[in-house]
Nanobody
Framework: QVQLVESGGGLVQAGGSLRLSCAVS????????VGWFRQAPRKEREFVAA????????DYADSVKGRFAISRDNAKNTVYLRMNSLEPEDTAVYYC?????????????????WGQGTQVTVSS
């Protein structure tokens, strides 16, 4: 069983920064594709960023490109999402998800395991 625990959310003013962490259990963490997704009130869950197993490939939603950075530390079984220049539109619950098998994907339906989410609120 793979478990994911997010942390690092909170309230921040527009223009500020936060770093989210996702701690992942499992002996073969380095073989997981990991993604970050978010869901704002009354909106569908959307892709934010993803990182490949070895960390050599990353992808971002257009809305966060240039402001957010995803990284992973396989020795610590942790994936990070650094968020800079935050905007009120970034307010959402942020989820990390793991895809232990299969090819690299940006589609939420292809991720098998999910964390409980962490709230990010950006005030104007």
């Amino acid at each position: 069983q793979v478990q994911l625990v997010e942390s690092g959310g909170g309230l921040v003013q527009a223009g500020g920064s936060l770093r989210l962490s996702c701690a992942v259990s499992g002996r073969t963490f380095s073989s997981y594709v990991v993604g970050w997704f978010r869901q704002a009130p009354r909106k569908e869950r959307e892709f934010v960023a993803a990182i490949s197993r070895g960390g050599g490939r990353t992808d971002y939603a257009d809305s966060v490109k240039g402001r957010f950075a995803i990284s992973r530390d396989n020795a610590k079984n942790t994936v990070y999402l650094r968020m800079n220049s935050l905007e009120p539109e970034d307010t959402a619950v942020y989820y990390c998800a793991a895809r232990p098998e299969g090819s690299y994907s940006l589609m939420s339906r292809e991720y098998n395991y999910w964390g409980q989410g962490t709230q990010v609120t950006v005030s104007s």
